[in-house]
């Protein structure tokens, strides 16, 4: 450090000499000149205050002495201050690089995890799923069932991150491999269940409703992991009915069972999948009520079905102040 001042030293006393005794605006774009030069040279912090003591003290041998130890005091500060600058600067750079590469898994995961809404001439589907952050710990995916039946999943993995998306992955591409005799939700559900068990960390549990419908008998069959219940509209009494949901999340027991549920799908009938993102948004620090939900759907309920799942994502959006809390998944199957 020492050579570096004495290069800059001579210079630097009769800039600050000048300076002092005029106050001249030469002065201060020499200084300029020499700073730019310290950058490039890639002085320190506290070299730049060790040139201006030494430089100080040169000219004013007979300075106060309490003046003299605060400059000691000065640059023992800025010394302390410039390691704790680079640590920063390292920790952000750190950080970054984190934020690129999550941005990188998040685009590789909506790749990876992408499905196909299928087309039915009775069936009208919305969907809209919204990850708090960058990762979605939410999953929905179509399959083709049994019997030319239209097959569905929608879960929540407990755990976020890159973690819940390499978890997510391993479940759709389970479900890909499945035969078609084991394309029932209960048995997809067991089978599943033991994917999850024998492969996921104890800590990473995961919520999930698998259901198939039938256009020929138009019979929705579902079975839940103690998923987030969702609601049957009837078209015929025009109210909304909690589904019933029976079964232990994905990945506790090796050799759990499920069991399936069957709704009549009615023209005019809707069906509401969901994650507890949706239901456990808050307004002024409170969860919304479920109720609440099906009164903002009802106020919607006439449009096709993605727009009902747009115009009630948006409406609770607003609701939290555009932040929202956890990953937010609403699924709407509309009988037309």
């Known amino acids: 450090m020492t050579d570096n001042i004495n290069k800059y030293l001579s210079t630097y006393m009769q800039l600050l000499n000048n300076y002092i005794n005029n106050q001249d605006e030469a002065s201060l774009y020499e200084v300029e000149q020499i700073s730019k030069s310290l950058i490039k040279h890639k002085f320190f912090p506290e070299e730049i205050v060790s040139l201006h003591s030494r430089a100080l003290f040169e000219l ?61 001439k009775f069936i009208d589907i919305g969907v809209k799923s919204v990850p708090a952050e960058q990762m979605n710990g939410d999953y929905y995916h179509f399959f083709d069932g049994k019997d030319d039946s239209i097959g569905l999943v929608v879960a929540d993995v407990v755990g976020k991150g890159v973690p819940a998306a390499l978890c997510m992955s391993m479940i759709k591409y389970s479900l890909d491999s499945f035969p078609e005799h084991m394309m029932y939700p209960k048995k997809i559900l067991k089978s599943l269940n033991r994917v999850v068990e024998r492969n996921v960390d104890a800590s990473m549990f995961i919520t999930m409703l698998c259901a198939t419908y039938q256009p020929e008998t138009k019979i929705f069959t579902y079975a839940t992991a103690g998923h987030e219940p969702g609601f049957y509209y009837d078209a015929r009494t025009k109210t909304f009915k909690d589904m019933r949901t ?50 903002v759907i009802e106020q919607v309920i006439h449009l096709p079905a993605q727009q009902i799942v747009n115009e009630v994502y948006r409406h609770f959006e607003r609701l939290q102040d555009f932040k929202l809390r956890d990953d937010f998944t609403l699924m709407i199957l509309k009988h037309v």
């Open 60 to 120: 004013f041998p007979n300075i106060d002495v309490p003046y003299k130890i605060s400059m000691y005091f000065l640059l023992e500060a800025i010394s302390y201050y410039g390691v704790a600058y680079k640590e920063i600067e390292a920790l952000r750079a750190s950080q970054n690089a984190l934020k690129s590469e999550i941005a990188i898994a998040a685009t590789m995961q909506e790749s990876l995890l992408s499905t196909t809404i299928p087309c039915d």
């Open 246 to 295: 029976k079964g232990l999340i994905l990945g506790v027991l090796p050799n759990t069972t499920y069991e399936q549920f069957n709704i009549r799908f009615n023209k005019g009938d809707m069906i509401v999948l969901l994650t507890d993102g949706v239901t456990e948004s808050k307004y002024n620090d409170e969860f919304i009520e479920r109720e609440y939900l099906t009164e």
